[in-house]
């Protein structure tokens, strides 16, 4: 019997657990990536749930790259003048932030690309991790002590996320869902049951009472979108990423021509591609979107200003990535999240579903191209990559929020050197920056060394930020995951930042 080796890295070592099972089962890197997100809805609902979107990059054998953006818009009913008379921004939390999940039709477009194994077996695994229990992790017991105010006002998230004493579970304790394992089940007999039939309609009928305008309607018109992704050859590497509207192509336009940019350089590049995108990304269904002026933002010849002012949304952003990379060349790079930490802050108590805030990244300026509108989906965060050169595929992802391109800069170029060690790239120290998305005051410059460096320090204060040296590694500075071929040879790696786990695993072809 033929075999396959497939690499993996995910940030929770149950979901790894699952992908190796599948990749033991026949399944190529495509079933490991399915398998591990599905087991990352049920053990990670801080940051994914089935309630949230997912955008995926995929390499096929034969070299042809796709990209699945599964976005949920906003309801067809917003009703926008309302929101805009009672908020000066969009909501942050709560029923008004939800827009229509995608996650779950993201897999069904991703089972279709080449997919070894049936979607419900991975469905499947995970109804049974979500039945027989996990223990909470070190990442969830900090999301929740961090957002536990919020969730006591939800009754779902105060039923499913304390214990009997009304405090926030504790790490290591066992973990049941049997609502949400039904719901898996439900899902495994027929994935397109989230959209149409009992179960859309019970979970339409539970997010109208939470609040949410989204009807029945609005579930079944959703579809997954296959796409083109955007491509620019970097120090002789095509890299492959996610087109509008996603923000993917800021990492492209950060690394311009050079994917071995000193730091300051790349910080100085990367405020600038992140005003453009402050002030550009939009749902190019409804608005046009230039993302070539990324690129000349990077360089300085098109200039932004940071935004503020009425109708700016608020940033924020929390995300699981997950890579595969098979001895095939197929991989794959898959992104899902319900956007800020426990998403709405709000559970459906009758399907168990976390439900996501992506709206809450809409404008309510109307000169804005993200200005909230109905049926348009919002400006997206999930920035994930494929980059392909002589004898590499690399799959490369992280959690992040809006910081994804620059934590992704970082450790691009180091990552396409076959003779890098992956494990030891992802362990270095990095910067994020940002305000209210990195917990910030004000727009600040955040290092994990014990000093800020001059030459950043000199960049932040010229461009407005305040600089802070935290001194050890923080979620904020970003999961990245990485699984990668290069020479003929596998190697994977998963962010010490996080609760996951990277593997090599061999599997039968069926």
């Known amino acids: 019997m033929s075999t396959r080796r497939v690499a993996v890295a995910a940030p929770h070592h149950e979901a790894t657990a699952a992908a190796r099972q599948a990749v033991q089962s026949g399944g190529n890197a495509l079933d490991a990536a399915l398998a591990a997100a599905a087991v990352l809805t049920v053990v990670y609902p801080h940051q994914c749930a089935l309630g949230g979107d997912l955008i995926a990059v ?45 996650v779950v039709a993201g897999w069904r477009t991703l089972e279709g690309l ?63 869902q049997p609502v949400l394992a039904r719901t898996l089940r439900t899902l495994a007999d027929d994935p397109s049951a989230l959209y149409t039939g009992e179960l859309a309609a019970t979970l ?47 990492l492209l336009a950060v690394l311009g021509d050079d994917a071995h940019r000193p730091a300051a350089d790349l910080l100085d590049r990367s405020i600038r591609v992140a005003q453009a995108r402050d002030a550009l990304l939009a749902d190019p269904r409804v608005a046009e979107v230039d993302l070539d002026r990324f690129f000349a933002a990077a360089e300085g010849t098109d200039v932004f200003a940071a935004l503020t002012g009425p109708g700016v949304p608020r940033p924020q952003g929390d995300t699981v990535a997950v890579t595969a990379v098979d001895d095939e060349g197929r991989a794959v790079t898959l992104i899902q999240s319900v956007y800020q930490s426990f ?8 399907t168990g579903i976390v439900l996501h805030s992506r709206g809450s990244a809409f404008s309510l300026d109307p000169g804005h191209p993200a200005f909230l509108r109905p049926g348009a989906r919002p400006p997206h965060t999930l920035s994930p990559a494929v980059a392909v050169g002589d004898d590499l595929v690399l799959a490369l992802g992280c959690q992040g929020g809006r910081a994804q391109p620059w934590i992704l800069s970082q450790v691009a170029g180091d990552l396409t050197d076959p003779g890098a060690d992956a494990a030891e790239v992802l362990g270095r120290q990095r910067w994020v920056f940002g305000a209210r998305d990195i917990g910030a005051d004000e727009p600040t410059l955040v290092v994990e060394h014990d ?60």
């Not at 009913?77 to 921004?89: C, M, N, Q, S």
């Not at 709405?344 to 108590?349: D, F, K, N, T, V």
């Open 58 to 102: 995929v390499r096929e054998p034969d070299g042809s790259v796709h990209t699945v953006v599964s976005v949920g818009a906003a309801a067809t009913g917003i009703d926008v003048a309302a929101i805009r008379a009672a908020h000066d921004r969009m909501p942050g939390r709560g029923p008004l932030a939800v827009t229509v999940p995608g």
């Open 114 to 176: 080449g997919a070894a194994l049936p979607l419900s077996s991975a469905l499947t695994e995970a109804a049974r991790v979500a039945e027989e229990g996990t223990a909470v992790s070190a990442g969830m017991r900090r999301a929740l002590l961090a957002n536990a105010e919020l969730l006591r006002t939800d009754p779902g998230s105060r039923a499913a996320f304390f214990d009997e004493d009304g405090q926030p579970l504790a790490e290591g304790a066992l973990w049941r």
């Open 451 to 510: 000093g800020v460096a001059d030459d950043l320090a000199e960049v932040a204060a010229r461009a407005g930020l305040r600089s802070t040296a935290r001194g050890a590694r923080w979620d904020e500075a970003g999961h990245v995951q990485v699984s990668r071929l290069a020479g003929g040879n596998l190697s994977t790696a998963s962010d010490p930042r996080a609760d996951g786990a990277a593997e090599i695993v061999t599997g039968p072809v069926v």
């Open 204 to 250: 339409t009928a539970g997010l109208q009472k939470l609040g949410s305008p989204i009807t029945a309607d609005d579930l079944a018109a959703h579809r997954a979108e296959t796409t083109t992704p955007v491509s620019r050859t970097i120090s002789g590497v095509t890299w492959f990423a996610a087109p509008a509207p996603s923000q993917a192509s800021a």
């Open 343 to 350: 998403g709405a802050g709000l559970l459906e108590s009758e």
